[in-house]
């Protein structure tokens, strides 16, 4: 159906009501319905050029950060994403066309206006939400889409595509019911994204430790993947650079730009599994670079991507939002000269530290992180923290990894029916303070605990993170995300 035909946005509407009921109460693994679905639209499944990224925490940021290297080379890249903080359009983004949410919802109509009834009803939501993804990315004919993947990796609704590569960023303990409560067998679902002869990036630094190796050589022999590996072939060096060397005799250093070079440890090795990838495309894919031919010149685009990463005229992914975020919280401007002063030069009242941080392994990194920006943090334990975290995560030992922290720590169920309740908390958690709301929380911290200039931080799932932006209205819609975001306080 073409865009001249679709239904008025009020059905539209309607349709992302009846998308967000599909939400499964309980997951149900599988790619029959997608791709029942997919061979009643005939889609072509190499038409669109496609980068699948897993992990259990960092293939947001990974996906991101490769999203916002390709789109400085000025074409056309598609960035898939979740969950969302704020809106359901975060999900979808493209360079250089960005993506508004009437046209999204236009197109998610057309969607169910396409296929038989029966074949949609039993999409799920991460079904519908993967078509309506590469429905957009070749209607807006991206050069390349990039895919984060969902749920592990071999059921998940993403790899009904065929990826010219693969890329794991990193192997840890979540959804154990589903994917396995072996480090080798969360790591054999993950694989399940690779495809014969394709390139695989390999993230996880702690292979040999975690007894992983054993899995990947097995399904690098199967599939005879080719696979470059972080300390290998491209990793860290330090807090300020990091090197490729995907030839293997062609080790080249490189200093990180300053966004990364101030972000924590995880997010820098983030950026070196994507910044190899984008050198990887760079060399074996230059019909992406419109820079090509007889004046393209690889090292010189190399570095000005360095240089330009975190420029104003780059769109910036929303998945990097949430990430050990600052956000600076300043007072309502009273008078004229408040006005014309920029926000970050208005008098900051706090400082929040925003980190979607949502099992165990994301919260020890999170800690550790903190711990470099606030001196004794966990001798004194006087940092303010609220923490939300949903109902079928590890809570008890994220909030045991928190408690060493954060203090006080303030509990928050947030909107979501998916949270957890007071009645699930370990008795030692008991004692917590708990609130129905961000807002309520806020409060009462206002009230009882903050200091003029004092830091606090948020916590513990998507949801809360995503929660605290729209309460301080520092979401940047279709802005360039600074260092530091500025809100206001109400």
Not at 203 to 225: M, N, W, Y
Not at 255 to 271: D, G, H, K, T
């Amino acid at each position: 159906m073409k865009n001249d035909k679709l239904q008025p946005l009020a059905n539209s509407e309607k349709d992302l009501e009846d998308l967000f009921a599909k939400r499964p109460q309980i997951i149900k693994p599988g790619l029959e319905r997608i791709r029942a679905a997919w061979e009643f639209l005939r889609m072509d499944r190499y038409k669109l050029k496609v980068i699948l990224v897993a992990g259990t925490n960092g293939k947001g940021s990974t996906a991101g950060t490769l999203w916002h290297l390709l789109a400085g080379l000025n074409i056309r890249i598609g960035l898939f994403t979740s969950p969302h903080l704020c809106c359901f359009s975060e999900r979808f983004q493209c360079s250089q066309a960005p993506i508004k949410l009437e046209y999204i919802l236009k197109s998610l109509h057309s969607l169910s206006q396409e296929l038989p009834k029966d074949l949609y009803d039993d999409l799920s939501f991460f079904d519908t939400s993967t078509l309506l993804a590469i429905k957009l990315f070749e209607e807006l004919a991206c050069s390349i889409a990039i895919f984060e993947v969902g749920l592990g990796g071999r059921w998940d609704s993403t790899n009904i595509l065929s990826p010219l590569l693969s890329v794991i960023s990193s192997i840890d303990k979540d959804h154990e019911s589903w994917l396995g409560h072996e480090f080798w067998q969360i790591a054999s679902e993950k694989l399940g994204i690779c495809r014969e002869k394709t390139p695989l990036f390999w993230g996880e630094p702690a292979t040999a430790a975690k007894k992983l190796q054993e899995t990947l050589a097995s399904k690098q022999t199967k599939l005879a993947l080719p696979v470059f590996a972080i300390n290998k072939n491209f990793g860290r060096l330090n807090s300020e650079e990091g090197f490729i060397d995907l030839c293997g005799n062609d080790h080249q250093r490189y200093a990180f730009p300053r966004w990364v070079a101030n972000s924590s440890e995880i997010l820098q090795q983030n950026f070196c599994l994507a910044f190899a990838i984008f050198a990887w495309l760079l060399k074996n894919y230059p019909s992406i670079n419109p820079a090509k031919k007889s004046h393209y010149n690889y090292t010189e685009t190399v570095q000005k991507a360095l240089e330009q990463f975190g420029a104003p005229h780059i769109p910036w992914p929303n998945s990097l939002l949430g990430r050990f975020q600052f956000l600076k919280l300043t007072q309502k401007v009273k008078t004229e000269a408040e006005l014309n002063l920029k926000k970050s030069s208005l008098p900051s009242l706090y400082t929040g530290i925003l980190d979607v941080c949502h099992n165990p392994a994301a919260c020890n990194q999170f800690v550790k992180t903190l711990e470099k920006i606030i001196p004794n943090l966990k001798q004194n334990n006087h940092c303010l923290g609220f923490v939300s975290i949903l109902a079928d995560k590890n809570y008890d030992l994220m909030l045991d990894i928190l408690k060493d922290f954060l203090n006080p720590l303030l509990l928050v169920r947030g909107a979501s029916r998916r949270s957890f309740h007071a009645d699930l908390l370990a008795a030692r958690h008991k004692d917590l303070l708990m609130f129905d709301r961000f807002s309520h929380a806020w409060d009462y911290a206002k009230e009882h605990y903050l200091d003029r200039g004092q830091t606090f931080t948020v916590c513990g799932s998507f949801l809360i993170v995503g929660e605290v932006i729209n309460h301080f209205s520092a979401f940047p819609q279709n802005e360039q995300l600074e260092q530091n975001l500025h809100g206001t306080l109400p």
